[in-house]
């Protein structure tokens, strides 16, 4: 259930033969004329039939800056690197919200001291309560203390990386010493 090692980044992810072949087909298929590339507008509709949303112009234009400039669009290697980086965020995204749902009980999209000793109990159950409170306590401050430049999101996936660490971290200091 936790991110990789202590959780402070997300693991690589590699696509199985049938998603790679599928990311080649795609690729193939919005490649109009056979060009050997995508263009911009290519590019958009391969995300749509992959991901099933259609890229941002700042998100296009992002991908198009970061082409080789010899090359009039997006070619096959890039195109699966890029595809393969998103995959990777979508995977990360998913298991921290898996984490964070299996901490929202009562599904409210935030979550309360009880939350936290309930999700602690069960992944540590000899942690003492006080370490709890003081990582409640800690997180708390932090979130009522921001300067306004950190999202909701970026304070929870901070949140449950450091979460993750502790937790790593606890489990391995009880089982040393065992």
Not at 48 to 77: C, H, Q, R, W
């Amino acid at each position: 259930m936790f991110l990789s090692q202590a959780g402070a980044q997300p693991r690589m992810w590699e696509a199985s033969p049938s998603e790679h072949k599928k990311w080649v087909e795609v690729f193939k298929a919005c490649d109009e004329d056979n060009k050997g590339y995508l263009s911009r507008e290519d590019f958009k509709v391969a995300i749509v039939m992959l991901f099933g949303y259609k890229p941002s112009k700042i998100e296009a234009d992002s991908v198009m800056s970061s082409v080789e400039p010899n090359t009039s669009g997006i070619v096959l290697k890039e195109f699966l690197s890029i595809v393969r980086k998103k995959k990777e965020a979508q995977v990360y995204w998913n298991e921290i919200r898996h984490i964070f749902t299996a901490f929202d009980r009562h599904y409210r999209g935030y979550l309360t001291l009880e939350d936290f000793k309930k999700a602690f109990r069960q992944v540590a159950p000899k942690l003492p309560e006080r370490i709890i409170l003081e990582v409640f306590r800690h997180r708390l401050h932090m979130v009522l203390g921001l300067s306004g430049k950190e999202s909701w999101v970026d304070q929870w996936r901070s949140l449950l990386r450091r979460l993750s660490k502790l937790l790593t971290h606890v489990a391995v200091h009880v089982h040393l010493t065992k």
